[in-house]
């Protein structure tokens, strides 16, 4: 088992442009989640889902947008950089109470 | 509310003290509270979790504790060891309307010092 794998790891985005962050896990966990964390703060939600085609605001959704088409991925896509949005993205999944976290993309929108 | 732009409470130790770290929620109907360890660089690991239903579970040096009368959690560390140093946070998966959701809570920073 992988677990959670979440790619790249680093990237640097220029204002407006656009990506795709890459979340995939190999346990068939029903849940995932994608968290922002800006330093030195706590994890804020910003979408989550509870199955395949299902998908949920969190706290934070405001320009992000996510699809769940499989169980294992779940892509957290930026439409239009901002520099707000440089931050640390961590992905999660779970089956019952306990989540697994992946390693985290570090974004940098300058 | 929340408290945006502040940084995280911070709370240092000797090591083989004992530490207890707080966590107000506001959700009641949340059906699980769950205490996350964040390493630096890392993503948040699983420590200990318990149900809305009880009020007291215990683990291996750790115990958390649940007051749904005033909407607060606890993590109590036994012998606290400089490995337990990191940036704990408290979590909440929602029931009701909001089910499947998994928030977390401000974070405390832990330092044990030798």
């Known amino acids: 088992n992988a677990g959670v794998t979440q790619t790249p790891k680093f990237r640097i985005l220029k204002i407006g442009q656009s990506m795709t962050l890459q979340c995939t896990q190999d346990m068939n966990h029903n849940y995932m989640y994608w968290y922002r964390q800006d330093p030195g703060m706590g994890l804020k939600l910003i979408y989550y889902s509870v199955g395949a085609g299902i998908t949920d605001k969190g706290e934070v959704p ?29 992905c999660a999944s779970r089956l019952t109470d306990k989540a697994f976290f992946g390693q985290g993309t570090r974004l940098t929108v300058v | 509310g929340e ?3 502040l940084h995280l409470p911070t709370l240092s130790v000797q090591e083989g003290d004992n530490s207890i770290i707080n966590c107000a929620y506001s959700n009641s109907a949340s059906d699980y509270f769950i205490w996350y360890k964040q390493e630096s660089g890392k993503g948040p690991q699983f420590i200990i979790d318990i149900r809305s239903n009880m009020d007291k579970r215990q683990g291996q040096r750790v115990t958390v504790l649940l007051n749904k009368t005033v909407k607060h959690l606890s993590l109590q560390i036994a012998a606290t060891q400089p490995g337990d140093s990191a940036v704990y946070f408290c979590a909440e998966i929602s029931g009701g309307t909001s089910y499947g959701k998994l928030t977390f809570g401000q974070g405390t920073i832990l330092t044990v010092h030798p």
Do not use: I, K, M
């Open chain 1, 62 to 90: 405001n320009g992000y947008n996510v699809s769940r088409s499989t169980t294992e991925d779940f892509p957290l896509r930026l439409e239009l950089a901002a520099p707000s949005q440089t931050s640390v993205y961590f």
């Open chain 2, 3 to 5: 408290n945006v732009g």
